[in-house]
């Protein structure tokens, strides 16, 4: 690490201002940054916070904790190829198909984002935002896997340029970067994005090499279909052992992740607790009126189904795009679960509602700080008056 160190100082002078390579000085900062704690300190004289978790470090404790899903989602990719066409394999081999199949992912997602993100910062002349640290993370884990690589970057850049950077950068977007990619990609390419086929690696291009009676169909689709019966068991649902996004199918990592997440304080507990909540209530709600097969459904159920505990977790803590309050956050939180149960229940056309729940929110998210913040202010101005 002293060599690591001692190389950066060395090269450093070349960056700052009056140096050769001064106009790269953003895309230098971002690396040092990301590897040391900056030894900046503020010069007026006062009393201020100093302290060595900086933007980076939180941004690398959210990636630590999408790891195990991560992981998990690799070997989930390649167990299902192999047995959507038939073939055995072992468990590394398995692993190995599902790294080679999300790597690109990750590298294209990075290069481009990661690169619109520098030319931003050398064009304003600012340092390069950390956020994107972790959406580059979590958009591989997101999409289906055989997304065309030259769709997922084209609809990064929309994300990041017209959903980030146009509102000013990181801390200042009102959308989830990573579910922008996959809003856009929705719309923009439905036929990549739905149906049973995009889950499975090589099913879309291969599909006459498919074993018969295989389907590909997530639970989630069986459950809209009305096929509950043909729904796997809960251990199966709660492992992750089905099909779906990289990411999305194992309740027991993302589980994992969100231990990580809640015992270092990045993630707000209040907004993943009531979003639990308002997902359940709304199931049971349906449970209550049900009149097809999916209403039936229990609603605990929901909460292993789709990408329902990976929004929890990973999504709806956003600290930048959800509520700041505290009495916001449980609304926010609630509110962000009753939607997502019930544009997955009771809209045909899109079974799964967590990304758009999410999405919506993350609008109102700055009016429900608002509200939040004026009630307290007539609180306070009445016991001023009394």
Do not use: C
């Amino acid at each position: 690490m002293k060599f690591l160190r001692k190389t950066i100082d060395k090269i450093k002078p070349n960056f700052e201002e009056g140096g050769k390579l001064a106009m790269f000085h953003s895309s230098f900062d971002a690396i040092e940054t990301f590897l040391y704690v900056p030894n900046t300190v503020t010069k007026p004289r006062g009393s201020h916070i100093r302290d060595t978790m900086d933007m980076k470090r939180t941004m690398i404790l959210v990636m630590i904790a999408l790891i195990p899903s991560l992981l998990f989602g690799m070997w989930n990719t390649g167990h299902w190829h192999f047995i959507a066409f038939g073939e055995d394999a072992t468990l590394l081999q398995e692993f190995w198909f599902g790294f080679l199949k999300v790597l690109p992912i990750i590298v294209v997602s990075y290069v481009v984002g990661l690169g619109i993100e520098i030319i931003f910062a050398q064009i304003r002349k600012h340092e390069v935002n950390e956020g994107y640290f972790v959406s580059g993370f979590l958009i591989p884990l997101i999409v289906p896997i055989d997304t065309p690589l030259w769709m997922l970057a084209i609809a990064i850049a929309f994300a990041v340029i017209l959903g980030k950077e146009v509102f000013g950068g990181t801390g200042m977007n009102i959308l989830n970067p990573a579910l922008t990619v996959r809003a856009f990609l929705f719309f923009a390419y439905p036929g990549w994005m739905s149906g049973d086929s995009v889950w499975i690696s090589g099913m879309m291009k291969n599909a006459d090499n498919v074993v018969d009676g295989f389907s590909g169909a997530t639970p989630l689709a069986e459950a809209a279909a009305g096929n509950v019966s043909n729904m796997p068991s809960v251990f199966e649902m709660f492992l992750g052992v089905i099909p779906g996004s990289v990411g999305e199918t194992s309740v027991l990592a993302i589980l994992i992740g969100a231990i990580i997440l809640l015992w270092t304080g990045v993630a707000s507990w209040k907004i993943m607790t009531s979003m639990i909540a308002g997902g359940l209530i709304m199931g049971l709600v349906l449970n209550l009126f049900a009149v097809n097969p999916y209403m039936e459904l229990p609603a605990w159920e929901h909460l292993l189904l789709g990408g329902f505990a990976f929004g929890v977790v990973f999504m709806a803590t956003d600290p930048v795009t959800a509520t700041q309050t505290e009495k916001g956050k449980w609304i926010y939180g609630f509110l962000t679960g009753v939607l997502a149960i019930l544009i997955r229940v009771l809209n045909p056309a899109y079974p799964e509602g967590v990304m758009l729940a999410i999405l919506f929110m993350n609008v109102f998210a700055p009016l429900i700080d608002h509200y939040v913040v004026e009630a307290n202010i007539k609180r306070r101005l009445k016991r001023v008056e009394v």
